[in-house]
């Protein structure tokens, strides 16, 4: 594994794990009983105990993450292509989620007025707005390496990553108007 690739995943999967601090500084506070799971009128439907919760939550994200680096690294080593933007960006979903659901899931539980649904519509909105501006702009080398099966021409190739970007922008844009709407 790169040098690079090496500081990628020990910085996503400290930042995977960073919200444990927040949870053992906030653990006399919080019940024994936690909500990981809310239905969309933001009522808890599912608990798990305090302590897999604020701790085994980050620690699986974390090796979630440390996998999904490890395996990219080694499938584009393999391949000997550069990264494309979209993988980089990847690379930083993992982290991002486990530390906004983990904050939401607390502020919850502190009493804050916390949209569940909202937050998660905004998040999801935001990160495939992103995803679909950066899927066009893939190379037809890089997507020989990354879609498969393959088409046969950069032609259909690049018709192909155009209706990809502009259905994760319009997939986007309905999850922020759900937020107006719900």
């Excluded at 798990?48 to 085994?56: H, T, V």
């Excluded at 539980?109 to 707005?129: A, D, E, R």
Aim: aromatic content about 10%; charged content about 15%.
């Amino acid at each position: 594994m790169e040098s690079k690739n090496k500081r990628t995943l020990i910085l996503t999967v400290l930042i995977c794990l960073l919200p444990i601090i927040l949870g053992a500084v906030l653990y006399n506070k919080l019940p024994d009983e936690m909500p990981i799971h809310f239905t969309v009128n933001d009522t808890p439907d599912n608990y798990a105990p305090k302590n897999f919760a604020l701790f085994g939550i980050p620690v699986i994200m974390a090796i979630v993450q440390a996998i999904c680096i490890i395996v990219t690294s080694k499938v584009n080593k393999l391949k000997e292509t550069e990264k494309p933007k979209i993988a980089k960006i990847m690379e930083w979903f993992i982290p991002i989620i486990t530390v906004l659901i983990y904050i939401i899931m607390i502020e919850v539980l502190l009493g804050s007025t916390v949209y569940v649904g909202k937050s998660v519509c905004l998040i999801l909105g935001i990160s495939f707005m992103i995803i679909g501006n950066y899927i066009p702009k893939m190379s037809y080398e890089v997507g020989k390496n990354v879609i498969h099966p393959m088409p046969k021409s950069e032609k259909t190739f690049r018709k192909m990553v155009k209706i990809m970007g502009y259905s994760f922008i319009f997939c986007g844009i309905v999850l922020l108007l759900l937020i107006i709407w719900v």
